[in-house]
């Protein structure tokens, strides 16, 4: 179990501004383009996963990294686990699955070194990352429904 506040490693899939969805393909050891985002639609903060842990879908865990830098494809960023966001996603088929989005803040960032707690973010910036992935999954057909925010604590409890 990961205590809060207690530091982990992100994996950058996509970094913030682009409108490049890559995923990193384990088999190959490398990052592969799988979309582009209509005009208009970039990553509103760097968007990756957690190495070695597995989510109800399949994937690694997801992770936004707020921050006021942008990274690129596969740079690793040590951050500061400060709660997620419980979801369910429905497929294309009907079925759902759990697929929330875990959330931290680098360790080395000098605009939010002091945000421990989801609950210490903006309004706004949980509002624009809930609509941003409930656009992207529009795009794909899919339906993103945040069903809850989890403080830091709580987070952590679901990390292995």
Known sequence: ?????????????SPKGSMQKYDYIPEEQRFRLT??????????????????????DGDPLDVIVISELSNFPGCLVDIRLIGALQAEQTERDGST???????????????????????????????QIEHFFKNYNEQAGK?????????????ADLLP
Not at 1 to 13: N, V
Not at 41 to 56: A, L, N, Q, R, V
């Open 1 to 13: 179990m990961t205590e809060p506040g207690r530091t982990i490693t992100a994996i950058i899939e």
């Open 35 to 56: 979309k582009i985002l209509p005009a208009g639609m970039t990553f509103p903060f760097d968007f990756g996963f957690i190495p070695d842990t597995k989510g109800e």
């Open 97 to 127: 699955v759990r697929n929330g989005r875990f959330i931290g803040i680098p360790i080395v960032s000098q605009v939010f070194p002091n945000i421990n707690e989801l609950s210490e973010l903006p309004d706004n910036i949980l509002n």
């Open 143 to 155: 339906v993103f429904k945040v069903v809850g925010r989890l403080n830091a604590a709580a987070a």
